[in-house]
C-alpha cells in the first residue's frame, strides 16, 4: 500500500511526469481516431434520418459530446487545482493549466453548434434557453480563468489565484445553471423546449456515445501536449530539462 | 444506409449549411488546437537545444 | 471581534476623509439609470417592465467600479502585511473591510434605489421590493467581489480582469435580485426570489471570507 501511493507521488513531480506524458499520448491519440471514425461512420451511415428533424439532428452528434466535456473538463480542472492548493504538487497546477483552453475550445464549439442547431429547429440562431445560457456563461468562467492565469507573472501565484477561482466556480456552477434554469421557466412563453430531443433510436446513443469518448480521448490527449510544453518552459533553468530534449 | 448519391449525403436534406457548419467548425478547430501546441512544444525545445549548444560552445572555447 | 469593529470603523474614516471615491460610484449608479430611458424612449408601460434589470445591472457595475479600491490601497502601503502578520486573524479583518466596502458603496445604492424606482413609474410596494432585494443582494456582491478584487491585487491590467472574473460570478444575483421584483409586479409574490437570494447571502458570508483571505495570502507571498 505505502508502496504504491510513494509510486504515484513520483509522477507529481515534472521530471518524471515529463516522459510519462510523452508515452501516453501517442496511446490517446489513436483511441481518439478509432472512436472518432466508428462514432462518424455510426451518425452519418447508421442512425436513421429523424421524423422530425430530418437529418438536421445529426449535429447532436457533436453537439452533445462537446458540452458534456466542456462541462466535465471544468470539473477536472477544478479537481486539479485544488490538489495543487492541497498537496502542493507542481504538476497539479500546470494540468489545470493545460486543461483551461480546451475546456474553453469545447464551450465554444458547444455554442457554435448549437447555433447551428437552433437555426433550422427554431428559427433562430441564438435562444435564451436554460442550457444555451449556462453554456455561454461557462465559457465565461473559463474566459476569466485563462485571462487570470494570463495577468500574472510569477507561475505559482499564477496556480494558486487560479485554483482559488476554479474552487469558486465549481461551488458556483450548481448555483448558476439552477438560477438560469428558474430564470428560464419564469420567463416562458416564446421559449422551445431544447429537453424534447428527437425520440432517441439505439444507433443514435451509440453514436453520440462513441463521439463523446472521441472527445474526451482528445481532450486528455491535448492537454498532455500542452502540460508538455508548459513542463519546459517553467522548468527551464533545471538541470533535467537540459538532458530531455535530445 | 439512408443515402442514395455522394451529392445527397452533401446536400444533408436541405442541412448541409448546419450539419457541416457544425462537423466542419469541430474538425477545423480540433486540428488546429494541436497543431498550436505542437508547434509551441517544438519552439520551447528549439530554445533549449540552442542554449545547450551555446553552453557546450562556451566550455569547449573555455578549456582550449 | 474588536479587531472586526475596529477595522471597519478605520476603512470607513479613511473613506469619508476622501469622500470623492465614495460618491463616485454613487453618481456612475444615478446616471446609468438614468440613461436608460433616454436610449430606449419614454413609454412608461415599457420602462416600468425593465426598470428591475436595469436597476441591478447598474446596482452590479456601481459595486464592481468600487471593488479595485478594496485592498489596492492597504496593499501600496503596507498595511495589508501588518494585517496579516497581526495577532488576530486576517479572515476577521477581511470580514471588516468587506462590510466597510458594503456600507460605502452597498449601502448608498439600497437607499437610492427606490428614489431612481420612481423615475420608471414603480408603484410604493415594488419600490419596497426592490428595495429588500437590493438590501440582501449587495452584501453579496460585495462578498464575492472581495474574491475577484484579492485575486487581481497587484495584477497587470487588475480592473478589467476583476470585471471578467467577477461579473460571470454575479448572475445568480442579478437572476433572483430583478426576479425578484419581476415576481411582485407580476403577481407572483416575491418570497421565493428572496429567500433564495437570502440563502446565497448566507453561503457567501460564511465562504467569501475565507476565500478572499486565502487569495490575499497568495498575493502577498
Known amino acids: 500500500m505505502r508502496q504504491s501511493i510513494v509510486q504515484w507521488f513520483k509522477f507529481a513531480s515534472p521530471q518524471s511526469f515529463y516522459p510519462l506524458a510523452g508515452r501516453l499520448i501517442p496511446w490517446f491519440w489513436s483511441a481518439a481516431a478509432i472512436f472518432g471514425i466508428a462514432g462518424l461512420w455510426i451518425a452519418f451511415f447508421v442512425a436513421p434520418t429523424d421524423a422530425q428533424q430530418g437529418e438536421g439532428y445529426r449535429i447532436i452528434f457533436v453537439h452533445v459530446p462537446a458540452s458534456w466535456m466542456s462541462m466535465f473538463i471544468y470539473l477536472v480542472m477544478a479537481f486539479w487545482a485544488g490538489l495543487g492548493l492541497a498537496l502542493n504538487t507542481r504538476v497539479s497546477g500546470m494540468m489545470a493549466q493545460a486543461l483551461a483552453p480546451t475546456g474553453a475550445l469545447m464551450a465554444a464549439l458547444s455554442l457554435w453548434t448549437g447555433a447551428l442547431w437552433g437555426k433550422p429547429m427554431w428559427g433562430a440562431w441564438w435562444v435564451w434557453d436554460a442550457r444555451l445560457t449556462s453554456e455561454l456563461i461557462l465559457f465565461f468562467l473559463y474566459l476569466g480563468f485563462i485571462a487570470l492565469q494570463a495577468a500574472i507573472d510569477d507561475p505559482r501565484r499564477a ?54 469518448l472521441c472527445f474526451w480521448m482528445y481532450s486528455i490527449a491535448v492537454a498532455l501536449m500542452r502540460v508538455r510544453a508548459i513542463i519546459l518552459e517553467r522548468e527551464r533553468h533545471t538541470e533535467w530539462v537540459k538532458h530531455a530534449v535530445e | 444506409m439512408q443515402w442514395n448519391s455522394i451529392g445527397e449525403f452533401f446536400a444533408m436534406g436541405g442541412y448541409a449549411l448546419y450539419v457541416w457548419g457544425s462537423f466542419g467548425a469541430c474538425v477545423l478547430l480540433m486540428v488546429a488546437e494541436p497543431f498550436l501546441v505542437k508547434r509551441r512544444l517544438s519552439e520551447v525545445r528549439q530554445s533549449l537545444i540552442r542554449e545547450r549548444l551555446a553552453d557546450e560552445l562556451d566550455s569547449q572555447q573555455r578549456s582550449q | 471581534m474588536n479587531a472586526f469593529l475596529a477595522t471597519v470603523r478605520r476603512d470607513l474614516l479613511l473613506a469619508l476623509r476622501r469622500k470623492s471615491e465614495v460618491l463616485t460610484a454613487v453618481f456612475f449608479f444615478v446616471i446609468v439609470t438614468s440613461l436608460f430611458p433616454l436610449g430606449i424612449g419614454p413609454e412608461p408601460v415599457l420602462l416600468k417592465k425593465i426598470a428591475p434589470g436595469i436597476l441591478w445591472v447598474a446596482a452590479l457595475l456601481a459595486t464592481l467600479l468600487g471593488l479595485p479600491r478594496l485592498f489596492a490601497a492597504d496593499h501600496a502601503d503596507g498595511t495589508l502585511e501588518q494585517m496579516a502578520l497581526s495577532p488576530s486573524p486576517l479572515g476577521l479583518l477581511v470580514a471588516g473591510k468587506i462590510l466597510a466596502h458594503w456600507l460605502l458603496c452597498g449601502l448608498p445604492l439600497v437607499l437610492l434605489a427606490p428614489v431612481l424606482g420612481l423615475q420608471f413609474d414603480l408603484d410604493v410596494s415594488t419600490l419596497g421590493i426592490l428595495t429588500l432585494a437590493l438590501l440582501l443582494g449587495t452584501p453579496l456582491l460585495s462578498l464575492i467581489g472581495a474574491i475577484g478584487a484579492a485575486l487581481t491585487l497587484g495584477v497587470r491590467g487588475g480592473g478589467v480582469l476583476l470585471a471578467l472574473l467577477v461579473l460571470p460570478l454575479y448572475i445568480p444575483a442579478l437572476i433572483f435580485g430583478a426576479g425578484a421584483v419581476e415576481a411582485h409586479i407580476a403577481g407572483l409574490g416575491a418570497g421565493g426570489h428572496l429567500s433564495l437570494l437570502a440563502a446565497m447571502l448566507a453561503l457567501a458570508v460564511f465562504f467569501a471570507p475565507w476565500a478572499t483571505t486565502a487569495s490575499l495570502r497568495i498575493a502577498l507571498e
Open chain 1, 159 to 212: 496556480d494558486k489565484a487560479g485554483a482559488i477561482l476554479a474552487l469558486v466556480g465549481v461551488v458556483n456552477i450548481p448555483i448558476i445553471y439552477f438560477s438560469v434554469k428558474w430564470w428560464n421557466t419564469l420567463h416562458q412563453g416564446s421559449t422551445i423546449n431544447l429537453n424534447k430531443a428527437p425520440s432517441m433510436a439505439q444507433t443514435m446513443l451509440w453514436g453520440m456515445l462513441l463521439m463523446a
